[in-house]
């Protein structure tokens, strides 16, 4: 069975088209992830998925349960992390996934079991009766996907899980992610984070401007770019000539931040020794030249022709119609 | 293709009010854990009551005949109102703060009565100002106060001012989230109290204040409240001489609170449906 089917989703806020027309599928027990800058339409998304919101057309299907027409069904299956950590700070760690658990209507015998259940499995049982105002960023996000996880939900939103937390933590969250799919759970998750996707995502869908623009396997992705790429790292000096060598030996212009420029090698090492002589023969001495496997920050660039961490329109303007968050 | 057929489920009643119990206590724990919350919502009533006690009690004539003319038997049922009053501001602040923190989107995205959140709200305020009442009774009856129509008449007065307060916990969620940041919660939460609060029978007679603000002070709820609850606690006697009509102001605080929920209740929930969305 899929775990979320979704079509055709259109939702505006006033004259911002947040969403604009997205379908998704995708089967259980996977990692999705939702790949796409500020603004893209990512939350947006999620918060249609996890019934926060109702699209003006289109429709969603999540572990089964029709979002639209059934949302408390759908609630039933469900897990999910915003973007903040939405844990009370003045109740303990304990505290908070208990609450989280008898919301979901367990007895309170069972949510206090599944309470320690989860936080020990994400490692914070020697914390859990402390106060959360206590606790470190990355500590209340994990406490945070740990509340959405006490309702042993069939689907895990995780609305952008490591932003703001420190690299520990991040990996630690990795694991944990990891972890639950093992366990059968099926996690979208949004990020801005290239290597996050590569890492934790069996399939990436990339959002931009309230559209899909592409979908597939991290590999798939990569393959887009007709396979590998060559990278050169130059002095500011050499900058000008360089950037005309690539061009000339790749026939458009390289892309690439200032002092590193990447061309497309289709014919892979032939591409490098091209480049090689080239640079040689206009006496361009390069820092570092390689040929590397393309990363998703080239995906990103050639489909939608800005970098992934390149400010869009806020993503509040454009998920919810107003300025909070 | 996936299709979804069953069919669409609710959460009942009886549920609904487990969750807005469970929420009621999630809010009043944050009064109990956060050390200037439980000095906003406990000591400072019991303050307000010993220093106008105190410090303008002497200044202050009350008109009330011999035997009733204590001011603490004055200040008292004015205080019960001022202090329900106040206390609904912890909902503005509660729910602009839950908003910001994305609290509120999680408790949407759980299979709970999405009544809990506002319900649980108001009530948490309704359970926290009859704890505090306990407390102020307790120190106003070691200041002198006593009530003189019986325990029934003094508790039917207690109540309306915690009903009273109830409905204005359902202004504050209106305003709330109408501003969304804590920080104007606070203030724009007491810009409607402060004049309502302070230009009314609470701590003086009406007939003491200019002739400009009489007709205002007069009429509006809050002083139709004190003068209630202070008309079930007082001596009888004094009742006539201070020309208060129990039975008339019963109904018109009755009137006041159905009033104020009814009109505020829907705004509320309005506002809240236009701030998650």
């Known amino acids: 069975m899929s775990a979320v089917v979704a079509t055709d989703i259109v939702k505006t806020f006033g004259e911002v088209t947040a969403l604009d027309g997205v379908s998704l599928e995708f089967e259980e027990g996977i990692v999705y992830g939702l790949l796409g800058p500020n603004g893209a339409g990512k939350t947006t998304l999620i918060r249609v998925l996890a019934t926060l919101l109702k699209p003006d057309s289109g429709s969603a299907i999540v572990a089964g349960t029709d979002v639209v027409a059934d949302p408390v069904g759908a609630r039933h299956k469900i897990g999910l992390a915003g973007q903040s950590a939405a844990v009370d700070e003045f109740l303990t760690g304990r505290e908070n996934v208990e609450m989280v658990g008898r919301l979901y209507n367990l007895p309170k015998k069972e949510a206090k079991r599944q309470a320690d259940d989860v936080l020990e499995r994400i490692n914070l049982t020697d914390s859990a009766d402390r106060n959360v105002?206590?606790?470190?960023?990355?500590?209340?996000?994990?406490?945070?996907?740990?509340?959405?996880?006490?309702?042993?939900?069939?689907?895990?939103?995780?609305?952008?899980?490591?932003?703001?937390?420190?690299?520990?933590?991040?990996?630690?969250?990795?694991?944990?992610?990891e972890d639950l799919v093992d366990g059968g759970?099926?996690?979208?998750?949004?990020?801005?984070?290239?290597?996050?996707?590569?890492?934790?995502?069996?399939?990436?869908?990339?959002?931009?401007?309230?559209?899909?623009?592409a979908e597939?396997?991290?590999?798939?992705?990569?393959?887009?770019?007709?396979?590998?790429?060559?990278?050169?790292?130059?002095?500011?000096?050499?900058?000008?000539?360089?950037?005309?060598?690539?061009?000339?030996?790749?026939?458009?212009d390289p892309t690439g931040e200032r002092l590193a420029l990447s061309i497309p090698a289709p014919d892979g090492s032939r591409t490098l020794t091209a480049v090689v002589r080239e640079l040689d023969a206009a006496s361009v001495e390069p820092k570092d030249i390689a040929l590397r496997k393309p990363t998703l920050d080239d995906v990103f660039l050639t489909l939608t022709g800005h970098k992934a961490d390149s400010e869009g329109e806020p993503e509040s303007a454009a998920s919810r119609g107003r300025g909070r968050r | 293709m996936t299709t979804a057929s069953k069919p669409k489920r609710r959460v009942s009643f009886s549920d609904a009010v487990t969750h807005t119990a469970i929420i009621t206590g999630r809010n009043n724990m944050r009064v109990l854990r956060i050390p200037s919350l439980i000095l906003f919502s406990t000591v400072q009533p019991v303050m307000f009551l010993l220093l106008f006690n105190f410090v303008f009690g002497g200044a202050i004539t009350t008109g009330t005949p011999a035997?009733?003319?204590?001011?603490?038997?004055?200040?008292?049922?004015?205080?019960?109102?001022?202090?329900?009053?106040?206390?609904?501001?912890?909902?503005?602040?509660?729910?602009?703060?839950?908003?910001?923190?994305?609290?509120?989107?999680?408790?949407?995205?759980?299979?709970?009565?999405?009544?809990?959140?506002?319900?649980?709200?108001?009530?948490?305020?309704?359970?926290?100002?009859?704890?505090?009442?306990?407390?102020?009774?307790f120190v106003g009856f070691l200041m002198g106060w006593r009530f003189e129509q019986g325990v029934a008449k003094m508790l039917l007065g207690v109540a309306l001012a915690l009903l009273f307060g109830y409905s204005f916990s359902w202004v504050m969620a209106t305003i709330g989230l109408a501003v969304k940041t804590p920080e104007a919660a606070q203030s724009a939460g007491f810009l409607p109290i402060f004049p309502l609060v302070f230009a009314s029978s609470i701590f003086v007679p009406v007939e003491s204040m200019p002739e400009w603000l009489q007709g205002f002070a007069a009429n509006q709820p809050i002083t139709v409240l004190a003068d209630t609850v202070r008309s079930l606690m007082i001596p009888e006697e004094a009742l006539v001489f201070l020309g208060l009509d129990q039975g008339t102001l019963i109904w018109k605080s009755l009137a006041w609170i159905v009033a104020i929920t009814a009109v505020f209740a829907p705004l509320a929930v309005r506002q809240y449906k236009k701030a998650v969305g």
Do not use: C
Not at chain 1, 145 to 167: C, K, N, Y
């Open chain 1, 133 to 177: 105002g206590t606790y470190s960023g990355g500590m209340r996000r994990r406490l945070d996907v740990a509340a959405s996880m006490v309702g042993r939900p069939q689907v895990l939103f995780l609305d952008e899980p490591t932003t703001g937390i420190d690299p520990g933590s991040r990996i630690h969250l990795w694991d944990l992610i």
């Open chain 1, 216 to 252: 597939g396997t991290s590999d798939e992705l990569k393959a887009r770019l007709g396979g590998d790429v060559v990278e050169i790292h130059v002095e500011e000096t050499d900058r000008a000539s360089a950037a005309a060598v690539l061009t000339r030996v790749a026939g458009e």
């Open chain 2, 67 to 137: 035997g009733s003319d204590q001011y603490i038997n004055w200040l008292i049922p004015g205080i019960l109102v001022q202090t329900a009053v106040f206390g609904a501001t912890a909902t503005a602040l509660g729910l602009t703060e839950d908003l910001g923190a994305g609290v509120i989107d999680r408790f949407r995205s759980l299979p709970m009565a999405r009544s809990a959140v506002l319900t649980g709200r108001t009530i948490a305020d309704l359970v926290r100002n009859t704890f505090v009442y306990t407390l102020m009774l």
């Open chain 1, 185 to 213: 759970t099926t996690v979208l998750l949004t990020t801005q984070y290239l290597d996050e996707a590569d890492q934790l995502a069996a399939r990436i869908g990339v959002i931009d401007h309230g559209r899909l623009i």
